[in-house]
């Protein structure tokens, strides 16, 4: 007999937990409903059959039947296949949770790693049709009931992540958000004597003592695991602008029509009375109706310097789009003549949303060179302690975002990741793990809506289904010895890597005046020792004679704009904030940092 009572606390819990629109209320109710039915979600080779069990609600059912429908395809073996496995995946981006997701049907125990404590990404991704298929299957409409309804084939990165977030939860995918991975760092994957962990901030996260034998970096472009090597595509240069505004969800908005997209070539005549009458040179332009308006463009140098957006012209994208160079207001001004324009003046009332940090959403970068990683898969073994690492998403090949490849391309490897990951849970041997992974990664780049399979609805994670013509073995065991790393080189009992950073930063502020880093937070107050670190890799950058300790506004904001232009690196607080406000953020201390010492590791000969 169906339930239907609305007001058992279960099932307004559920229905809650289905609706609900921001990541941590999707925590907070989940777990309300975990508690309210008693059970532990960290059983999770049970969770899923339990929550059917306790939850008897039609609602639920409803999305039991699509999940069942995935969960019972022949490639899980009922989840016994990956029983005995443990993954960590880094990043809960899409490609990051869509792999946790394939992860936990195969019967792994999954946990995802987020540095981020919220979804913030308004921009709105362009679907190819098998993803909207793939996630249909996992209920997104029960999440979403808006989901491409009628011609509409897109959705934002949030809203995606939202939807991938409640699944995931629901098959027993432990997700932490508001967890940093140290990168890079020797030893940010460590052994110890019962395992592989990873060094997380903050230190005493119960995540770090979780032991796995895989590990999956989904961390987006920046997050690249050592042993991985990179190839770098560069085009002529392209700088992307997005920008979104308030969606009033008026009848006059829901009027006017998107642009799918619309590139120079294909009308000339839209691009010059776009010159013409705004100034405005674009070699592209998209606008998707979602959450918010949202615009995707490609914008000429030359016009943004005469509109002056930007300042000064540079050779460098670095330098030419760092935060110094470019007039924020006139950038503003700029995306949104552009959007005025192509939706012929119709939007009314056009605000922009606000971004992560209560900004206009608008922002502008370089996509000129793109990376792409030689390998998807490494294997490495310490004291006889076997982990295997794949890479995914964006981390694995960067997309050039016209194409829409981005998620296209994201969840195939997604897929074929948790292909390789099952053959590792059968206990194929490694190298032969390693080579099928490595002979499936040669098609990827080369996958478009035409070619890969028509046959969407049974896609599955084995290759065969997805792909046309697959070669599991056209790379073979003996041609990937380089991709089996079991040199015992690592002090496995080193101090933390949060330590390790201190270290280094200590000894690269060695012997500057007025400087002396004790910790991550208050020695960096001044400035002075951040402006000491980039002394130290870029003497030509700074005098630091000419410096004083009480102007630390000053010398924070020249620190901020130096690594900005030089390294592309965006501060993650006022120059003010850092010299007064009573608490500096330690995570996000910990993250500038990291990404400072990589940066001047990566490019100093
Ligand atoms: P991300 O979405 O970048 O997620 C990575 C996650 O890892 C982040 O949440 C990050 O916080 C986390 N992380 C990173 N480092 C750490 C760490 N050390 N510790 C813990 N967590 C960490 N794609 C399409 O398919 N269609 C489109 O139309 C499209 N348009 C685009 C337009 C633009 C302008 C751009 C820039 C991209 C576009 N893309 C598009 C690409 C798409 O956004 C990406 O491919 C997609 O977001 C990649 O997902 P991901 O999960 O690999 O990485």
Same mark, same amino acid.
């Given at each position: ?429 490694? $190298? *032969? ?6 002979? +499936? ?6 996958? @478009?809506? =035409?070619? %890969?399979? /028509? ?107 130096? $690594? *900005? ?6 501060? +993650? ?6 010299? @007064?406000? =009573?608490? %500096?953020? /330690? ?19």
């Amino acid at each position: 007999m169906v339930n239907q009572d609305p007001t058992n606390p279960s099932h307004a819990l559920f229905d809650q937990f289905v609706q609900t629109q921001t990541c941590k209320e999707v925590q907070r109710t989940f777990s309300e409903l975990c508690h309210h039915l008693e059970l532990d979600p960290r059983d999770y080779q049970s969770f899923y059959t339990k929550l059917k069990e306790r939850l008897n609600y039609w609602k639920a059912k409803a999305l039991w039947i699509k999940l069942d429908k995935r969960a019972q395809h022949q490639d899980y073996q009922q989840g016994k296949v990956c029983a005995k496995t443990k993954c960590l995946v880094l990043g809960a981006g899409p490609c990051g949770l869509r792999t946790a997701i394939e992860l936990a049907l195969l019967g792994a125990q999954v946990v995802v790693l987020e540095k981020r404590d919220s979804f913030s990404r308004n921009n709105v991704l362009h679907l190819w049709p098998y993803t909207i298929c793939d996630l249909r299957g996992l209920a997104a409409k029960k999440f979403y009931g808006k989901f491409c309804t009628g011609a509409l084939d897109h959705i934002s990165i949030r809203q995606l992540q939202l939807i991938l977030l409640k699944v995931s939860l629901l098959l027993g995918v432990e997700v932490n958000t508001g967890t940093l991975m140290l990168c890079s760092l020797c030893g940010s994957l460590w052994l110890t004597p019962s395992g592989w962990m990873a060094k997380l901030f903050p230190d005493d996260h119960p995540a770090g003592k979780f032991q796995f034998d895989v590990f999956i970096s989904a961390g987006g472009g920046r997050f690249v695991p050592d042993g991985f090597r990179w190839k770098e595509l560069r085009g002529k240069l392209a700088i992307g602008i997005t920008c979104n505004f308030i969606n009033h969800h008026s009848a006059a908005e829901a009027q006017v029509a998107e642009i799918s997209g619309v590139a120079r070539i294909y009308n000339q005549k839209f691009f010059q009375d776009l010159l013409t009458e705004e100034g405005i040179d674009l070699e592209n332009i998209v606008y998707y109706k979602d959450a918010t308006h949202y615009f995707v463009m490609t914008a000429k140098k030359k016009s943004l310097l005469k509109m002056g957006v930007i300042k000064q012209d540079f050779s460098d994208a670095n330098q030419l789009l760092g935060q110094a160079n470019v007039d924020q207001d006139a950038l503003l001004r700029y995306a949104h003549g552009a959007a005025h324009f192509s939706t012929d003046h119709r939007l009314p009332n056009m605000q922009f949303a606000l971004n992560h940090a209560g900004q206009p959403d608008v922002a502008m970068f370089d996509f000129t060179c793109m990376h792409r990683a030689e390998n998807a898969s490494l294997v490495r073994e310490r004291k006889g302690k076997k982990l295997l690492i794949g890479l995914v998403g964006d981390c694995l090949v960067e997309p050039f975002w016209p194409l829409g490849t981005g998620i296209a391309r994201g969840f195939l490897a997604a897929f074929d990741t948790a292909w390789m990951v099952r053959s590792w849970g059968k206990g194929k041997p490694h $190298l *032969e793990v390693v080579a099928e992974r490595e002979s +499936i990664y040669q098609l990827l780049s080369q996958t @478009t809506p =035409e070619n %890969i399979s /028509k046959n969407y609805s049974a896609f599955s994670i084995d290759p065969a289904t997805r792909y046309q013509h697959v070669n599991l073995n056209s790379i073979k065991a003996n041609q990937l010895q380089h991709l089996y790393d079991v040199e015992d080189h690592i002090d496995l009992d080193s101090v933390g890597a949060f330590e390790e950073l201190l270290k280094w930063c200590q000894q690269h502020t060695a012997g500057y005046d007025r400087v002396k880093v004790k910790d991550l937070t208050q020695s960096w107050r001044s400035g002075l020792a951040l402006c000491a670190l980039i002394n130290t890799f870029r003497p030509h950058l700074i005098d630091m004679s000419s410096l004083k300790e009480s102007d630390s506004v000053h010398n924070n904001q020249l620190a901020f704009s130096l $690594l *900005e232009e030089e390294l592309g690196i965006p501060p +993650i607080i006022s120059a003010s904030d850092m010299a @007064t406000k =009573e608490q %500096i953020d /330690k995570l996000s201390m910990v993250l500038y940092l990291t990404q400072i010492h990589d940066a001047f590791n990566e490019r100093t000969p």
